[in-house]
């Protein structure tokens, strides 16, 4: 009997072919001096392309008066250590206030007694008419 193959076994065994010739070519190619060379050269290429594009729009941002990536990244910096000295200041305010609210407290709680007691209440009224003026009276 004639067993068909599957298309996709033909095609897996196909691109696991390929992948191993590929694999063993590049693996030659890479082990020579010339490919080390030739790597390193693009990499300065693209290293000196990069610096000459980041200068040319470094100068056309400060023609536009736009900040650069390492303006935005430097005020973010200068942003973040004003946050942290903020945080530190509200903790010593907090600790401070605090310490002042425990120093003030007495042993009974609440608001200040401003009653007198009935003893001290009626000589201070006592005190009060006697101080006051009587009006004169008209001399007709």
């Known amino acids: 009997m004639n067993k068909a193959k599957d298309p996709a076994d033909l095609w897996r065994s196909w691109v696991s072919k390929m992948e191993r010739e590929i694999d063993s ?3 030659k190619l890479m082990k020579t ?10 990499n300065d290429i693209r290293m000196s392309l990069r610096e000459a594009v980041g200068g040319v729009s470094t100068k056309n941002l400060e023609l ?9 990244t430097g005020l973010g910096d200068r942003l973040a250590g004003i946050e942290r000295r903020l945080t530190m200041i509200e903790r010593m305010l907090t600790t401070l206030a605090e310490q002042k609210s425990g120093e003030g407290k007495t042993a009974r709680s609440g ?5 007198m007691p009935p003893k001290k209440a009626a000589k201070k009224a006592a005190k009060k008419a006697s101080t006051k003026k009587k ?6």
């Open 33 to 42: 001096d010339e490919f080390a060379r030739t790597t390193h050269t693009l």
């Open 25 to 27: 070519m590049s693996q």
């Open 135 to 140: 009006p004169a009276k008209d001399a007709s």
């Open 111 to 115: 608001p200040p007694r401003t009653k």
């Open 64 to 72: 536009f008066n736009m900040p650069s990536k390492e303006d935005v």
